[in-house]
């Protein structure tokens, strides 16, 4: 069954690297999200695209975070410099939003789980 | 902003028993609400989902109520299992306009003695 994926699935970098993340969202959807997840923030969303297009990235550290999707299949979330604080696990999500049914149901992938020393 | 709280943040219960989780939502428009479930380290997984022209559904042991007025809505889950542990997340959006983010409740922890 399809799958959002994501990679790389584990990064462990310095303080100061640039990191690329990647996500390829299920085939069609055309709703995809970028999530962080710690333990003491829950789920914060920060950056949120509609075919292909960026809606709402307010969630962003704007100075150091950037979110594209450059074709349909592939979305980017990069992180330049890098920094302790950004340890976390990033997911990606993607959907088919459904507007005359009203849902907006969303599928994440596995995660990335990033390390800054 | 939009807002949306989630109660409790923890809770222990013994294998068989119910388990209720109650979210409540700030922003009126939201009308669609759905509850995801994650187990460590694993990717949160979308278990059951409520559209604001219903009241109710169930589907096996799980069932969420909407309601719209008090802006509330509830997972309930009975005769739990210990494969029921896990952390669930409630959501909320507007689905209908295409335009708004879904926002996410804090989580609750569950946790199923045998």
């Known amino acids: ?117 | 902003g939009e807002n949306v709280e989630q109660h409790p943040s923890t809770l222990s219960v013994q294998e068989g028993d119910s388990a209720v989780i109650k979210c409540t939502y700030s922003d009126s428009a939201s009308n669609y609400f759905p509850w995801y479930k994650q187990e460590l380290g694993k990717r949160p997984q979308l278990i059951i989902d409520i559209r604001s022209n219903v009241g109710e559904k169930k589907d096996q042991r799980i069932a969420v109520t909407l309601n719209k007025t008090a802006k509330h809505f509830s997972l309930h889950i009975t005769e739990t299992q210990p494969e029921d542990s896990a952390v669930y997340f409630c959501a909320a959006s507007n689905a209908r306009t295409g335009g708004f983010k879904t926002i996410f409740g804090a989580g609750t922890r569950l946790f199923v003695k045998a």
Not at chain 1, 7 to 18: C, D, I, L, S, Y
Not at chain 1, 40 to 49: I, K, P, S, T, V
Not at chain 1, 63 to 80: C, G, H, V, Y
């Open chain 1, 1 to 117: 069954d399809a799958r959002v994926t994501q990679t790389p699935r584990h990064k462990v970098t310095e303080m100061g690297q640039e990191v690329t993340m990647r996500c390829q969202p299920i085939l069609g959807h055309n709703t995809v999200f970028w999530y962080r997840q710690t333990m003491m923030q829950g789920l914060e969303l920060l950056a949120y695209f509609r075919n292909r297009a960026p809606l709402d990235d307010s969630g962003m550290p704007k100075d150091r975070f950037s979110a594209e999707m450059p074709d349909a299949t592939l979305a980017t979330l990069k992180i330049q410099p890098s920094e302790p604080r950004d340890s976390a696990v990033y997911f990606c999500a993607s959907g088919p939003l459904r507007l005359l049914l009203g849902t907006d149901t969303q599928y994440f992938g596995p995660g990335t789980r990033l390390t800054v020393l």
